[in-house]
């Protein structure tokens, strides 16, 4: 079983991987409360991956495709791209539906290349939770 969530949204090191694993195994188990006794075997953690438009962007840039910016459910979307990119990769069929989308800038330029407002991102997303 795969589970995960907003745990953190800091850059990976083993410590805020090991405390993102505890969020999520308490988040588990207060969805899974049978669960309370299983063992985790494997955590990882990663830099999150977000267009500033939120949209998955998928297409072809000088011969090469890609398939990047799933915002969060990148394994959902994941499984979408693979049989959508095989096809122009396989068959020359291009059925990619957001081929040519551009990538937006961040909004007023604030960004630098540094994600200085992550923290603040995930504040706002665990508000929308808690009055979801």
């Known amino acids: 079983m795969l589970f995960g969530g907003r745990a953190a949204f800091f850059p990976e090191t083993e410590n805020t991987v090991r405390e993102s694993a505890r969020i999520l195994r308490e988040g588990m188990i207060s969805v899974y409360p049978q669960l309370r006794q299983a063992e985790v ?17 998928a297409g072809k840039i000088d011969g090469m495709f890609y398939s990047v910016d799933t915002p969060g459910t990148a394994w959902q979307w994941q499984r979408c791209w693979d049989r959508k990119l095989r096809s122009p990769i396989l068959a020359g069929r291009d059925e990619n539906p957001f081929a040519g989308i551009p990538f937006p800038g961040a ?3 604030v960004y630098n290349g540094k994600p200085w407002f992550l923290p603040f991102a995930g504040m706002w997303y665990k508000f929308l939770d808690w009055v979801s």
């Open 107 to 109: 909004p007023l330029g």
């Open 41 to 57: 075997e494997y955590v990882w953690g990663g830099t999150l991956d977000f267009a500033f438009d939120i949209m998955p962007h």
